[in-house]
C-alpha cells in the first residue's frame, strides 16, 4: 500500500478502511527492547540515528449506521523541533483521509484510543484560532479510567509520553468517556482493557457475521513485534504485556481473528498464523 492509499476491507456487515495519516520514527533499540540490534536490525532499517520508520493510521469502521475511529495519529501540533526529533511526516489531514469515505469529523460518533501517548491521541484534539478542541466535535472519545489516571498524574518515566492538549480539552468539552475494563460500545463493538504498553492501554475488537478484527495497539505494534520476547522498552509493565500476548494469541488462533498491527510500514493486517507459531 502506498502512502496516502486507502486499505478498504469487510468484517462481515461492517465496512473498514486503514486510512494513513502520517509517518514516524523512534529508536530501534527502544522499539525492541531487551532483542539486540543485531536481530532486529535484519528485518528493520534504521537511519544513522537509529530510529525506524513507522506508519501512523486511523483504523475507519462503519457498522450498524454508525461511524467508529481508533486512533488518530500523532495530528499537527507538534512543534518544528518536535517533528524533527520524531521526523514526523504528515501525509494528509484527518478531514482529507475521511473524505475518501465521503465522511466529515462531524460524521463519527465514536473514537476509541487504545491509549494516550502522543502517537496516538495527538489528533484527538487541534487548535483552531488559538483554541484546543475535539476534532470530532460529535464523538464520544472512549479510554479507560486507568489510562486517564495515569496520563493526568505522570512521573519521570512517563511524563515524555503524555501531552494534555491531547486529551483535557476532550473532557472540558464533555466529549471524553472513561470506561472501567470490558466495555460494549456498541453491538459488535467493544474494548478490553489489557495494561502492559501503558498502565490502561486497552484493545478494540470488531465482530459482525462470524468475522472478527482486532486492533491490538501497541500490545504488538508491528508485525515484527509478534514473538513474544520482542516487547518494547517504552512498556510501563513489560511482564503484563508479555501475559496478555499469551492470553489474546491464543483467542486469534482459536477464534481466526485478523489483526491491525497499528504501526507497521509494510503489513498492516495479519490473520491467525502469525500468531500460532507462538504459542
Same mark, same amino acid.
Do not use: Q
Given at each position: 500500500?502506498?502512502?496516502?492509499?486507502?486499505?478498504?476491507?469487510?468484517?462481515?456487515?461492517?465496512?473498514?478502511?486503514?486510512?494513513?495519516?502520517?509517518t514516524f520514527a523512534l529508536d530501534g533499540g527502544a522499539m525492541f527492547g531487551v532483542v539486540p540490534k543485531s536481530i532486529?536490525?535484519?528485518?528493520?532499517?534504521?537511519?544513522?540515528?537509529? #530510529?525506524?520508520?513507522?506508519?501512523?493510521?486511523?483504523?475507519?469502521? #462503519?457498522?450498524?449506521?454508525?461511524?467508529?475511529?481508533?486512533e488518530t495519529g500523532m495530528g499537527t501540533k507538534l512543534s518544528p523541533k518536535e517533528k524533527k526529533i520524531y521526523d514526523l511526516k504528515n501525509v494528509r489531514t484527518i478531514s482529507e483521509a475521511l473524505k475518501e469515505s465521503n465522511l466529515e469529523t462531524g460524521d463519527i460518533d465514536f473514537v476509541i484510543l487504545t491509549h494516550l501517548h502522543l502517537d496516538h491521541a495527538g489528533g484527538a484534539t487541534k487548535l483552531v484560532e488559538g483554541e484546543l478542541i475535539p476534532t470530532f466535535e460529535n464523538a464520544d472519545y472512549i479510554v479507560q479510567e486507568d489510562?486517564?489516571?495515569?496520563a493526568t498524574n505522570t512521573n519521570e518515566r512517563t511524563e515524555g509520553s503524555y501531552r494534555e492538549d491531547d486529551f483535557i480539552p476532550l473532557e472540558e468539552h464533555g466529549r471524553l468517556k472513561l470506561v472501567d475494563g470490558e466495555y460494549e460500545v456498541a453491538e459488535g463493538v467493544k474494548v478490553?482493557?489489557?495494561?502492559?504498553?501503558?498502565?490502561g492501554h486497552q484493545i478494540a475488537t470488531f465482530e459482525s457475521n462470524g468475522e472478527k478484527l482486532l486492533h491490538i495497539g501497541d500490545l504488538v505494534p508491528t508485525s515484527r513485534?509478534?514473538?513474544?520476547?520482542?516487547?518494547?522498552?517504552?512498556?510501563?509493565?513489560?511482564?503484563?504485556?508479555?501475559k496478555k500476548r499469551k492470553e489474546f494469541y491464543g483467542k486469534i488462533v482459536e477464534e481466526d481473528i485478523d489483526v491491525v498491527f497499528p504501526h507497521d510500514i509494510n503489513q498492516k493486517i495479519?490473520?491467525?498464523?502469525?500468531?500460532?507459531?507462538?504459542?
Open positions: 500500500m502506498n502512502e496516502g492509499e486507502r486499505n478498504s476491507f469487510k468484517i462481515g456487515d461492517f465496512e473498514a478502511a486503514l486510512l494513513h495519516i502520517d532486529w536490525g535484519r528485518s528493520y532499517n534504521c537511519d544513522a540515528r537509529n #530510529r525506524i520508520k513507522l506508519f501512523g493510521s486511523l483504523l475507519l469502521v #462503519r457498522a450498524n449506521g454508525l461511524n467508529f475511529i481508533v489510562e486517564f489516571d495515569a478490553i482493557e489489557t495494561g502492559g504498553h501503558s498502565f513485534h509478534v514473538r513474544l520476547p520482542y516487547i518494547m522498552a517504552y512498556d510501563t509493565h513489560p511482564m503484563t504485556t508479555l495479519g490473520g491467525p498464523e502469525a500468531f500460532s507459531e507462538c504459542l
